[in-house]
């Protein structure tokens, strides 16, 4: 397997811009979580699926941001409108059901809106 | 909620010597785990170390160590014989065995080692 597929790699958009983010998670796995790095706040967790069912979205920040989970193989964060205060790193990662097993991480997309 | 907190935003250590990172959380569960990841410059997340909660013995891998002090809630990684290739971001990270398998990060500590 190829790992988890996050794509683009970098986005710099501009204020007001609608921004999607995509993930492919490692076939088989069972969670989907989307994180957010920046220096201020390390790994927050923005939201995670199960089954593709969103199970926790407290960490979604504002209404602006929305993501979604069409089926095993896919999902997307998108944030509309964006604000310069959303740039960062946005992380997807994927595992098993087994909460002992680890999560595996893309990439991750750098995001900068001007 | 469960937190992870690491109290530790930058750490140094010496080429060839022992380095211990802290990470603290809080939570009312019982059953859980708890992971030590490394994030080099690459963005790369690696996994280094697991710990499950009802395991008494402290997990090790190679010159990677934990000392899990589950009353205390302290979940500390010792990194023996530093190597310049260990220096990156060290997370902590908590999984809930209830809450769906909720996986949540501290802040990161980033260690640098200097020859």
């Known amino acids: 397997d190829a790992g988890v597929i996050q794509s683009p790699r970098h986005e710099v958009t501009e204020m007001g811009q609608e921004v999607t983010l995509r993930c492919k998670p490692i076939?088989?796995?069972?969670?989907l979580f989307w994180y957010r790095q920046t220096m201020m706040r390390g790994l927050e967790l923005l939201i995670y699926?199960?089954?593709?069912?969103?199970?926790?979205d407290s960490g979604m920040p504002e209404d602006r941001f929305s993501a979604k989970m069409p089926n095993a193989s896919f999902s997307t964060l998108k944030i509309q409108p964006s604000e310069p205060r959303d740039s960062a790193v946005y992380f997807c990662?994927?595992?098993?059901?087994?909460?002992?097993?680890?999560?595996?991480f893309g990439q991750g997309t750098r995001l900068t809106v001007v | 909620a469960q937190t992870v907190t690491q109290s530790q935003p930058e750490m140094s250590v010496q080429e060839a010597e022992t380095v211990t990172l802290s990470c603290t959380y809080d939570?009312?569960?019982?059953?859980?785990?708890l992971f030590w990841y490394k994030q080099p410059p690459s963005r790369q997340m690696i996994l280094v170390i697991r710990?499950?909660?009802?395991?008494?013995q402290n997990a090790t891998e190679n010159r990677f160590s934990v000392n899990f002090q589950k009353a205390a809630k302290s979940f500390s990684l010792k990194i023996s014989d530093s190597q310049l290739g260990d220096a990156a971001m060290y997370f902590c990270?908590?999984?809930?065995?209830?809450?769906?398998?909720?996986?949540?990060f501290g802040q990161g500590t980033e260690l640098s080692v200097k020859p």
């Open positions: 076939s088989g796995h069972d969670y």
């Open positions: 990662a994927s595992s098993l059901m087994a909460p002992n097993t680890e999560a595996f």
């Open positions: 699926f199960n089954n593709n069912v969103p199970i926790d």
């Open positions: 710990q499950e909660a009802y395991k008494q």
């Open positions: 990270a908590y999984r809930s065995n209830n809450q769906g398998g909720k996986l949540i």
């Open positions: 939570t009312s569960e019982s059953d859980y785990y």
